[in-house]
């Protein structure tokens, strides 16, 4: 355990200061410095480890480089390369190998629907007949809500919160058949059936 809190201390410490790229471009705090494949696994390995505040933050910050800089220069996808475009280098030498639509970096979309709307799927239930709900809204106060939903071969989930005059009200539909295992910190997890129910988060 020791380790492991060493481990998440040392992760958001590099996360929350400036850092050197290999070509000398120091980069500001907050910024996507982990490279291709683990880029998409930094915000699941926060909030495992109680740091929801920096996966948020990192989700919401839109210097370069972030996912959100995409989106101020224009990008309605998750980009291969966090400089497949920027406002300083243009395309630079990214045009021969470049894909303005593709998974790795776009792969926070999983933590996402995971964590943001906490849709998550039952390893010993096929098909979303059974799920986990374990939603987590934004610590850092930034978003005030979030919604959305998954289709799944019984129907479509839906899920969503909102923070609202101090509290946090989370409501979400389970499809006909299916059932759910809401886990809120804090809380005794719930099971809940089919239908449609909210609760304070």
Aim: hydrophobic share 35%; net charge negative.
């Amino acid at each position: 355990a020791a380790l492991r809190q060493k481990m998440i201390d040392n992760l958001v410490a590099t996360i929350e200061r400036a850092n050197t790229t290999d070509q000398g471009v120091t980069c500001p705090t907050y910024s996507l410095m982990t490279g291709f494949v683990s880029t998409a696994w930094i915000c699941q390995a926060l909030s495992e480890n109680g740091r929801a505040d920096v996966a948020y933050r990192l989700l919401q910050t839109t210097t370069y480089p972030s996912w959100l800089y995409p989106v101020t220069q224009g990008a309605t996808t998750i980009w291969e390369r966090l400089n497949s475009y920027n406002d300083f280098e243009g395309f630079g030498g990214n045009n021969s190998m470049n894909s303005f639509n593709h998974y790795s970096f776009g792969a926070v979309g999983q933590w996402m629907m995971t964590r943001i709307l906490g849709i998550d799927r039952d390893p010993a239930a096929a098909g979303f007949r059974h799920f986990t709900l374990r939603p987590v809204a934004d610590p850092t106060h930034q978003m005030t809500y979030a919604r959305g939903w998954y289709n799944t071969q019984y129907g479509t989930i839906r899920a969503g919160w909102e923070a609202k005059d101090g509290k946090v009200i989370y409501k979400f539909t389970i499809p006909e058949g299916c059932s759910a295992t809401l886990i809120v910190e804090g809380q005794e997890p719930k099971e809940y059936g089919e239908g449609t129910f909210e609760t304070e988060i």
